[in-house]
């Protein structure tokens, strides 16, 4: 079964460019995940969908980021413009489904590590 | 959204020897997982308890939940050099799954 695909892994750009990552989950897999991960700390959740639909979104900052996840499936986050803190690793994770304690283990890819000089 | 705070921050021990990091949490859960984060890599998943749940094995690993403490805890036995990487405790309340800044455990040969 193929994992959790995330492109591109590094990227380098001047703040005030603009960034996007790309993500294609596990087949199947209905809700998607972007979490950022600064150096030393852990996982910080940007967005989550369920399928299509946004399920959480309190924690992005909406005046520069953006994620869409069309049809269902694959998903972008949009990073415009870049700010110095924006350097971090982001990590795209999918599951089978969220609710309750139906809410199981979520798989990870192996992260898009952006560096804004 | 809540998240696990982790202890100790970080842990160092020697091939053989057991681990064990605690997870405390602050409202009510579903479940709570465990991941493992090795440097430069994305997480992967170790075990889920559930909240009716006490005890959980997997392997050489043991999870230990205290609902009324709202803390967790988890054993490595007879760790390994591979053992070395950033444990992460998440509290899931209802859809919501969050991280702390997690256990760095270092394995010495």
Redesign the interface.
Known sequence: EAG?AQSPRYKIIEKRQSVAFWCNPISGHA?LYW?QQIL??????LI?F?NNGV??D?QLPKDRFSAERLKGVDSTLKIQPAKLEDSAVY?C?SSLA????N?????????SRLTVL | ?Q?GEEDPQALSIQEGENATMNCSYKTSI??L?W?RQNSG?????LI?I??NEREKHSGRLRVTLDTSKKSSSLLITASRAADTASY?CAP?N?????????TTVTVRA
């Open positions: 959790v809700t979490y030393g700390q852990g996982p910080k959740l989550q369920q399920v959480d309190s990590l994770a969220a609710g309750g304690a809410t199981g283990e979520l798989f990870f890819g192996e992260g | 959204s998240q579903n479940n997982q991941y890599r994305g997480l992967v998943h889920l559930r909240s992460f899931v209802d859809y919501k799954l969050s991280f702390g800044a997690g």
